[in-house]
């Protein structure tokens, strides 16, 4: 099967190769001055106090669920419609994992089924002490009802910010943690960004982003405040916690700095990219995401829901027409490994309903109105 019009595709422009060709040249291919350049403009960006890059999306949320404290007892609840990794990040510090229903309408966890799904934990003696929230397709979670939430019953709150650099809630950037201890973004080719392979925790406290730092590299430190032992001389560093090598490096650094001067541009035209479907899917047969008041898409993802009874015909006659379409996401409860946890079908119905129907379309800043053209029509073909 020849895809000629993928789901997502990453921009790489001149510039962006310069950068990129100009790190190769220089003295420092990792830890160098191209990661904390990258990290000030992400930062910048999401109007947060600090950001720390890591190797990928995935590393980035192991690194904030450690960083929060989590570990073995401890619980984190996130949404089954998400990329396995923000369940992962739990059990990769030997904690448990539960799920929060979603919304039918914005695709995010439901904030009101996580409020009753709260009352009964604390009835239980079994709070959460983490919940993630994932912006899903670039739309934020109601933010604000999670954070009332989070002082309530004293949980930290780690936003999956994967799909949605570039968005906003309520006058601020997605990443801000207005509403969150932290969030955390992937550079992965199909995302608004790209480093190839990269991530970023931002957060607005000194000590997480100190934890954070320690994390990402061996769980060493050279700064003589946080060791437990006087200095042997110089060359003394110690080991303090046990961390991993999830370190960027300065290459991809370079390139996301070059990307994030078009941060803009790509989520203006991931917009009306977004508009444009929207208007010529009109009177089909389809549902789309309900972006809420206050809120402003980054569009990383452009889904549709049919018919169950129509999906796999639909999927099949656009992947024929060359049309890279996807399905975002299996439910995490559904996969084998977390079916093995004791989660099973009919755990989340509203999750499970969506996953039956769901259809990602191409959807990508340098696709052409023409590109976009060939889906719609295709699509019409199918559903008319
Ligand atoms: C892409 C993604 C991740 C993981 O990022 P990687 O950089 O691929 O490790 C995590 N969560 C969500 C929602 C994602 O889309």
């Not at 207005?178 to 607005?204: D, I, Q, R």
């Not at 406290?205 to 200095?231: C, K, N, Q, V, Y």
Request: contains cysteine; proline residues 5%; glycine residues 8%.
């Amino acid at each position: 099967m020849t895809i000629l019009i993928p789901y997502g595709h990453q921009s790489i422009s001149a510039e962006d190769v310069r950068a990129v060709v100009e790190v190769l040249g220089s003295d420092w291919l990792t830890q160098g001055p191209s990661i904390a350049r990258f990290e000030e403009l992400v930062a910048d960006a999401c109007q947060a106090a600090h950001a720390v890059a890591v190797s990928n999306g995935t590393a980035a949320l192991h690194a904030a669920a450690w960083a929060s404290g989590l570990g073995p007892g401890g619980l984190l609840w996130t949404s089954p419609i998400t990329f396995v990794a923000s369940a992962n990040c739990a059990r990769f510090v030997g904690a448990e994992v539960d799920f929060v229903d979603i919304d039918p309408m914005t695709l995010n966890m439901d904030v009101s089924a996580l409020a009753v799904k709260l009352e009964a934990a604390e009835r239980a003696g079994r709070l959460p002490d983490a919940v993630v929230p994932v912006h899903m397709c670039g739309v934020s979670c109601d933010m604000a009802a999670v954070h009332e939430l989070a002082q309530r019953y004293d949980f930290t709150v780690i936003e999956d910010a994967a799909h949605a650099l570039g968005g906003s809630y309520l006058g601020r950037p997605v990443g801000s943690c207005a509403y969150s201890e932290m969030a955390t973004l992937s550079f992965h080719p199909v995302k608004t960004v790209t480093t190839g392979e990269g991530g970023m925790v931002l957060t607005n406290s000194e000590e997480l982003a100190a934890r954070l730092r320690l994390f990402r590299s061996h769980g060493i430190t050279h700064d003589p405040a946080m060791m437990e032992s006087p200095s042997d001389g110089p060359w003394y560093r110690e080991m303090i916690e046990l961390g991993y090598n999830f370190r960027m490096s300065d290459i991809q650094a370079a390139l996301g700095a070059s990307q994030m001067t078009r941060l803009a541009e790509f989520v203006a035209r991931r917009n009306e990219l977004a508009r444009r479907y929207r208007s010529a899917l009109e009177g089909l047969p389809v549902r789309v995401q309900t972006v809420p008041p206050g809120t402003q898409s980054a569009y990383h993802l452009f889904v549709i829901r049919v018919q169950h009874d129509d999906r796999e015909e639909v999927f099949r006659r656009l992947l024929a027409a060359g049309i890279g379409v996807n399905v975002h996401y299996i439910p995490v409860h559904l996969q084998p490994y977390y079916r093995r946890l004791g989660f099973g079908p009919g755990d989340f119905p509203e999750a499970e309903q969506y996953y039956r129907e769901a259809i990602t379309l191409p959807l990508f800043p340098a696709m052409t109105d023409e590109e976009q053209g060939v889906v719609v029509s295709a699509l019409k073909d199918v559903l008319q």
